[in-house]
């Protein structure tokens, strides 16, 4: 009967958790338990039932050759002493977060479980610091189990010696005299898991192996619940303090508490996080490039709803850190009533004022991260570029280029921001000390750049960088030649440029290179010695240009036939000529005097504006004395071709000496005539005959141009303008 009853257990039991305990048979059975016990001992001997313990009830044996009790044991008296195996068979607990300090501070904190052996404190120690705690976690409860050799008394002792020990992140130690049940649970797996490894005939025998496998899966379904148990019953000390708490997560969210006190209360989950989404990610970028590029205008001049809006509102919008003031929108400091925020901010600039060298972006965050603050990697970018503009004024950022350069940072460009999240060590934040005579420079120089570059507009954030930067773009704007030629007088016009078109930090250009350039500290003297270089700079263009305009009146002036010349009887000729002429095409092109020169200058250079150098300068000007020439040539020739169809024409420029003459002269031709020729064939015999060299026929024929061009009269055929 007890046999059949076991059997029906089997079949119609499983469904509903039914299991063929000593109850349920006696019960079954209306027999005394005595009386079961000694039949179910008979039935075990002759191998019709058999006992399993994890069940702790009676099933059919199926038959197999393998004694999985016996094999079970002998390996379990084998692993029996060596904890690290038994304990390798725990699972990984799902871990514990801190739900009410989450809801309070925005903030969420996870603490992962782990199971060890207290042997010694100090192998306990090293273990604990090598534990595989992730970067997002906030720290860890370890359960502590008692090693065979301790008794009760001296277990008790290390725990408390090891609860004294502060470490880096938050250990919360707990212990229990039920730990037994889980560590028995524990080396049951691993002697069946051995025994499946090391007995090779169970692989042979369905029953043996089937019977193995539902033994393993029990057991460690036995382990998973007993251990989850003695975590949730468990006392838990931290810093040698109980912690109170009903469940694991109200231990955690004090632990929080206490750990985390500085930590401000942010609550938005696309960033207060340690790993950002992609879209948090872009969200978390585009806000960071608005807060440096977009202060003076209202929610940071967003449109519509994106990511970086809703951002903006739970983090700046929510603490009044940018806000409409008198001078417009801006960013501002936390006040004293928003509390663990203030302090942040506080204690943000107390750092950056005590380093006397650039401070890595990365040694901000991991400062941050620790406790007393916790604050999530995600949040870190946000706060440091919004803390960096409230303090605009002292502060610079520093960025490492691809050739690991470091130069100041001028424009806040995408790649520049996108550095704050995904690689912050190229980014370097310094505090730059402005008072004293520093800040009377600051100041007048503020006055003299609103002034002279800005027509008067206000520059509302008064920073080395705000006032020096319309100087910088100005030297960037000015005519090529300006920003190349190496002729000036003075060298400190050539000093002031290069500073200008080469400086990365203007804290040093304003307080170090301006002085040095000007020969002096005193901010009035200053301003006046600045002014004076930079007026030479900023003319240098005009006056290359005048320059060339001299060149190209001077050479109308000395042809003898023309007076009374200006650009304006230039420009009246060049229109008459067209693009006949190089000269008058270039004119006839811009309508701007400079315009026009300033092309004629690239064309005799043979270079475009942005190539000039002061060579090229040099050989443009004779180049241009030709062209002028030419020009006047051309004018000359289309006159007569006006006025005389019929005419040929002799137009000479004699240069001896400093200054050339010249005469032209137009006489009526006939198609044949043949006493020229006679004549032209006569006076070459003649030359050939006197047997003269190049140079004396050359010398003959000047001084027989000179008398029949009546140079002596020239005066008579003058072009008048």
Known sequence: ??????????????????????????????????????????????????????????????????????????????????????LSQLPTLQPVISKRHFHETGTQRIYQKFCIVLNNVKNSVDRIMSLDISKVSAGAFIFLVQSKEDTKKEFKQKFSELSKIKFPRPIILGCSENYKEFFNYALELAALKRAKSTVTAIESDPVAKKELNARMMAYQNLLFNSLTQNFENTDWIFNNNKVKGDNLSIVASNVSDEMFYLAPVIHNELVNRDKLSTVSMQGSTNLINRIFNHADKENLGMEGHPAEFGIYLSIIKKYHLHKKTKNGFQFCAPQKKEGKLFDLYETFNKIIKEKKDPMPLTEIYCLFSKPPYGIKMGLLPLLTATFFKINEGSLAFYNIDDSRVESLITDYDPRICEKFIQIPEDLKLMYVRIEGEKKKILDDFKGYVEKRFLNNEVIKNPTPLQILKPIVLKAYNLPAFARKTRQFEDKHVLMLRDELLSTQNPYELLYKKIPEICGTEDSNQLIKEFDKIWLQLDQVFEDMVDQFKQVILKVFKTDPNIFDMNFMTIKEWAKKIGDKDPFSAKINEFK???????????????????????????????????????????????????????????????????????????????????????VTEDVMKLLEDKKLSESEKGEVVLKVFKKIMNFNDSVKGKIKA
């Open 592 to 678: 701007k005097e400079n315009d026009w020169i300033e092309q004629i200058i690239s064309y005799a250079a043979s270079k475009p504006a942005n190539e000039w150098n002061d060579k090229d300068y040099q050989e443009a000007t004779l180049k241009i004395e030709e062209m002028v020439r030419h020009f006047i040539m051309s004018y000359r020739l289309y006159t007569l071709r006006e006025k005389h169809s019929d005419t040929k024409i002799i137009d000479i420029a004699i240069f001896d000496g400093q200054k050339p003459e010249r005469s032209s002269k137009f006489y009526k031709f006939k198609t044949d005539n043949g006493s020229v020729e006679k």
């Open 1 to 86: 009967k007890i046999a059949k009853v076991i059997a029906l257990v089997d079949l119609f039991g499983k469904n509903l958790s039914l299991f063929s305990s000593k109850e349920i048979l006696m019960h079954a059975l209306n027999q005394e338990k005595t009386n079961i016990k000694n039949t179910l001992s008979l039935l075990e001997d002759k191998k019709i039932i058999i006992y399993r313990k994890f069940k702790k009830a009676y099933s059919l044996f199926s038959g197999s050759d393998i004694d999985l009790d016996q094999v079970v044991e002998l390996n379990k008296s084998k692993i029996s002493g060596d904890t690290e195996i038994i």
